[in-house]
Structures are given as C-alpha cells and as structure tokens.
C-alpha cells in the first residue's frame, strides 16, 4: 500500500486525487491544512509520498501580495521538501505550472527556457530548483508543470467560459489551439507516477489540443444552448494585447511528444470530458 499525504487540504487538484484513488486498496491517502503551521508537528515517516499541491494561484498580484508569491509557493514548498527527505519520505511530488515559461503564445518544446514574467511563475521556477536540488537515489523528486487543469467545479478560466458559454447567443469563432488537461486525466497520470516511483519534470495533457470556440460550443451543447459563431472579431481578437483575451483566444501548447508516458493516463476523451465538467453524464 502507498501511504501518500497531501499539502494543500483544500485544494482541487488534491481533493480530486483523493477522490480518484479512493476505492483503491493499494492507497491510503491523508490531507492537511498549511494556514495554521501545525504540518511541522505531523511525523512524515509514516507516510511514502508527500504531494505538495498547495499554492497561491487565483490571487491578483498587487504590489502589497507579491511576497505572499515566494513565500508560500517557493519557501514553504521548499521547507516541507526538506522534512519529507529528512524523514524518510520516498518520493515528492511537486505541482508546478506551464506559467514558468513566461509565453502567452506559441509552442512549447523541450528546448525551451523557462522565462516567468510573474511572480507566480517566477515563485514556482524557484520552488523547482531548490527543490530538484534535494534528490538521490533515496529520494526521488517528480515536477508536473500541467497547462490549465478543467473539470467539475473547477476555478479559473474555464469556469469563466462555461457560464459565459451558458448565458451568450454570439461567440467569436475562431480557430486557435490550447494544451488542457481534464482532472481525471491529471490525476491518473499522479497515481501512475506515484505506482512507478518516477521522477523528473513531466508535462502531462490531453490527447488533443483544444480550440476555444469549439469547448464553447460543447458547452454550450450540454445545456441545450444555440450560440451563433461569427469571424467578425476575429482580426481585433488577434491584434488585441490584452492578456486576458490572449490566454483565451491565442496558441500556447506543448509539443505533444513531451507529454508521453510509459502508461496510458488519458482515461478521459475531450468530448466526454465536457460531458463530465458540465455535470451531464
């Protein structure tokens, strides 16, 4: 059996993998809380793999939280790596991010540097590096740097698109391509990793890239909603500079062989996926 405790008690990503792993006889999963320090009291000796999905994401980066970046994201993260090693922990797992390579734009392929323009991604880059730092051949350390992660109550822009998806009659059709991976299929790929012991940087993603206007338009379809597509944004869409729309409407993907894996982890197709997200199967 794999004794695996989660950092990060409330978090999507950590709740989901509990949940996926939780029939399962070979897991025993554990989660706690990082507000309350109370973590540097608890023996990680009991436990094989120690996931640190913990992090600030969706917080606004004003002058006055961008401590709050590399404090929590890289320091913290940093100090309960060195306590796992410390206490015997075989392997860590440390959720990254595709915001590391600091584009809004383009492909992404192994030669590729990481750049963070954001505190975020800067705080994460950090976090890796220190971390990586700590791995022998007692203790193995495995980075995912994951592009957005959808599904079932999930936060973040693919939230946003789904209510925009329910309530609009006009959406721009526009024909773009975006690494994603659906929460099943990210927490899959977690318990293979944790079964095989692996470690290293992985990019895991779904099968296909995803188009934007076509994700609305399956939205759209599991609510029994008509929207109309039409190309006349479309020219000031990719003219804009506004990040917002770019992280929406522009090309960011990983070059697809980067995120192969001696297993199969897509146990989720993309229309089906949407099906699952919008609660309809």
């Not at 990060?8 to 006889?25: A, L, P, Q, R």
């Not at 750049?115 to 950090?126: C, D, F, I, V």
């Not at 740097?145 to 609009?168: E, F, I």
């Amino acid at each position: 059996m794999k004794r695996i405790l989660i950092k990060g008690k409330n978090s999507y990503i950590g709740n989901s993998f509990e949940k996926w792993v939780t029939n399962d006889d070979n897991f025993y999963v554990e989660k706690i809380s990082l507000k309350d320090g109370n973590w540097e009291k608890i023996d990680f000796s009991t436990f094989d793999v120690v996931i640190h999905v913990a992090g600030i994401v969706h917080v606004k980066e004003t002058r006055d939280k961008q401590p709050l970046y590399y404090k929590i994201n890289r320091d913290l993260a940093f100090r309960i790596a060195q306590k796992s090693k410390k206490e015997g922990v075989l392997q860590f797992v440390f959720l990254s991010t595709m915001n590391i390579y600091g584009i809004n734009s383009g492909k992404i392929d192994k030669g590729t540097k990481p750049e963070p323009k954001t505190r975020y991604g800067k705080s994460k880059l950090e976090a890796e590096q220190l971390i990586n730092g700590l791995q022998d051949n007692k203790f193995f350390v495995a980075i995912l740097r994951p592009p957005m992660v959808y599904g079932k109550n999930c936060k973040g822009n693919y939230a946003k698109l789904s209510k925009l998806a329910q309530r609009t009659f006009l959406f721009p059709n526009i024909v773009n391509r975006r690494s994603m991976i659906y929460v099943d299929n990210l927490t899959e790929f977690i318990k293979q990793l944790v079964i095989n012991m692996d470690s290293g940087i992985f990019f895991p993603q779904n099968s296909e890239y995803v188009c934007t206007s076509e994700l609305v338009f399956y939205i759209a379809k599991c609510h029994n909603k008509k929207i109309h597509f039409t190309k006349i944004f479309n020219y000031l869409l990719r003219a804009s500079e506004f990040k917002s729309l770019n992280k929406i409407f522009g090309n960011l993907v990983y070059e697809m062989e980067m995120s192969e894996y001696k297993n199969n982890y897509r146990v989720c197709d993309f229309k089906e996926s949407i099906k699952l997200s919008e609660g309809k199967l």
